[in-house]
């Protein structure tokens, strides 16, 4: 069964960093989109940043745009998101996710982690 397994989450003062990673459980993801989302409590899932598995143009929401950055490694099967000068409005549960064919849409992925969280404190 394909599965995509995050970690690195946790609590962070205001300012810090955090990595997150998503390891794939198998090669199968080599031809997709793989992308980071969050989920504030009471809020919609929505976009944090995605790239090509195999690398290529990235895209990011304007709020994390400079801050964060997302990144693969094939030899490892992982997709990374580094996060700098973390804000409190960035916390949330932080899903790594896959598509076959789109971008950016909640809707347009097909495989997800369980998630991980991410508390920023003041």
């Known amino acids: 069964q394909v599965q995509l397994v995050e970690s690195g989450g946790g609590l962070v003062q205001a300012g810090g960093s955090l990595r997150l990673s998503c390891e794939a459980s198998?090669?199968?993801?080599?031809?997709?989109?793989m992308g980071w989302f969050r989920q504030a409590p009471g809020k919609e899932r929505e976009f944090v940043a995605d790239?090509?598995?195999?690398?290529?143009?990235?895209y990011y929401a304007d709020s994390v745009k400079g801050r964060f950055t997302i990144s693969t490694d094939n030899a490892k099967n992982t997709v990374y998101l580094q996060m700098n000068s973390l804000k409190p409005e960035d916390t949330a549960v932080y899903y790594c996710?896959?598509?076959?064919?789109?971008?950016?849409?909640?809707?347009?992925?097909?495989?997800w982690g369980q998630g991980t969280q991410v508390t920023v404190s003041s």
């Open positions: 996710a896959a598509s076959r064919f789109g971008r950016q849409l909640v809707r347009a992925y097909d495989y």
């Open positions: 198998e090669r199968t993801f080599s031809s997709y989109i």
């Open positions: 790239i090509p598995w195999n690398g290529g143009l990235t």
